[in-house]
């Protein structure tokens, strides 16, 4: 049961992904193409108004539902592994118009195929682990 | 209620509606980022020692449930909340994709997806399964390497003002323009 609000939280985060349209190849190709407002608007609302409510969080020193004060992990400081990894990443996201939650989010929603490309995606990570230590960081 | 729910959700509902999901992942004591669950189903699966893959994937299986849940929202959405409208795309951006031999989103089966892309008939043919592929790699590659997806980096990282997700931010960027301005006219 413990799990159960995580199937909810997830359910809801599918349904938003398609009728936001955001899983849809042609929405990120309209964002890449700079054609529309719609993606920017969503993502802009979702970093400002989340960027308000974690400064809330920390100023307020809320906590977690298990009375655990709430910690954001700060990231490694670095530049190559976020540049180069966000740049194959965007050559991805682009060519097969999602990343990985829209994915799983296309496969419920009907598109079948969507699955190889999400196979693969779990091919590319365990590659990334194999050459990890071959990698720039 | 129903009507607003059904049509096509307005750019500022899905906005609010993405910053909750990442709030209420928080408010359990979690992080939102999606990604970290293909790390976990090569854990899964390899289960080998003193590697990258080589941690206790059982602190994990809450991200694995949302991963359902989010198969499951796909399937509902799709079922019982749809108006049946293919995506109403901008004039511009049907014109460059009919160039490159993509036809309106009404002309697909999906109405999300083109089906030059995402039809089984396309997708088992030697290009159109490299295509897929080669984009499931590049997103499963790129994603671990930089340490974040959109959700992990875009949404989670850019709340908090770290650095490193800006970088990464502009190098989905920097992929996405190359891909499409650069790289589509010589795929497609």
Redesign the interface.
């Known amino acids: 049961m413990r799990?159960l609000?995580?199937?909810?939280?997830?359910?809801?985060?599918?349904?938003?992904?398609?009728?936001?349209?955001?899983?849809?190849?042609?929405?990120?190709?309209?964002?890449?193409?700079f054609?529309?407002?719609?993606?920017y608007?969503?993502?802009?609302?979702?970093?400002v108004?989340?960027?308000l409510?974690?400064f809330v969080?920390k100023k307020l020193k809320?906590k977690?539902?298990?009375g655990?004060p709430?910690e954001?992990?700060?990231?490694?400081?670095?530049?190559y592994?976020?540049?180069?990894?966000?740049?194959?990443?965007?050559?991805?996201?682009?060519?097969?118009?999602?990343?990985?939650?829209p994915?799983?989010?296309?496969?419920?929603?009907?598109?079948?195929?969507?699955i190889?490309?999400?196979?693969?995606?779990?091919?590319?990570?365990?590659?990334?682990?194999?050459l990890?230590d071959r990698?720039p960081h | 209620m129903w009507e607003f729910i059904v049509q096509p959700w307005p750019w500022w509902f899905s906005g609010l509606s993405i910053s909750a999901t990442m709030f209420a992942l928080i408010l359990f004591g979690r992080s939102f980022g999606f990604s970290s669950n293909l790390r976990t189903l090569c854990a899964i699966a390899s289960q080998r020692s003193r590697s990258f893959f080589d941690f206790d994937w059982k602190k994990e299986i809450w991200n694995l449930i949302f991963l359902v849940g989010a198969i499951l929202g796909g399937f509902l959405a799709h079922t019982y909340l749809s108006d049946g409208f293919a995506v109403a795309l901008s004039p511009a951006t049907v014109n460059d994709l009919a160039a490159l031999g993509f036809g309106e989103p009404s002309t697909s089966a999906s109405g999300v997806q083109p089906d030059e892309l995402f039809s089984w008939e396309q997708a088992l043919t030697l290009k159109g399964f490299l295509i897929l592929a080669v984009a499931g790699f590049l997103v499963g590659f790129g994603t671990r390497y930089a340490g974040g997806c959109t959700s992990g980096h875009a949404i989670s990282g850019l709340s908090d003002l770290q650095l490193p997700s800006l970088i990464a931010v502009v190098g989905f960027f920097t992929g996405g323009l190359i891909m499409t301005h650069l790289l589509y006219p010589l795929i497609f």
Do not use: N
């Open positions: 799990f609000k995580y199937l909810i939280v997830g359910t809801f985060f599918g349904i938003l992904m398609a009728k936001s349209e955001a899983f849809s190849w042609y929405r990120i190709q309209e964002m890449f193409r054609q529309a407002f719609h993606m608007g969503i993502i802009g609302t979702a970093v108004v989340g960027a409510g974690v969080i809320i977690d539902i298990h655990k709430i954001f992990q700060p990231k490694e400081r670095g530049f592994r976020y540049f180069i990894g966000g740049t194959l990443f965007g050559l991805g996201w682009a060519l097969g118009g999602s990343c990985p939650g994915m799983v989010v296309s496969i419920g929603y009907g598109v079948l195929p969507m190889i490309v999400f196979l693969f995606a779990v091919v590319g990570t365990f590659a990334y682990g194999e990890r990698l």
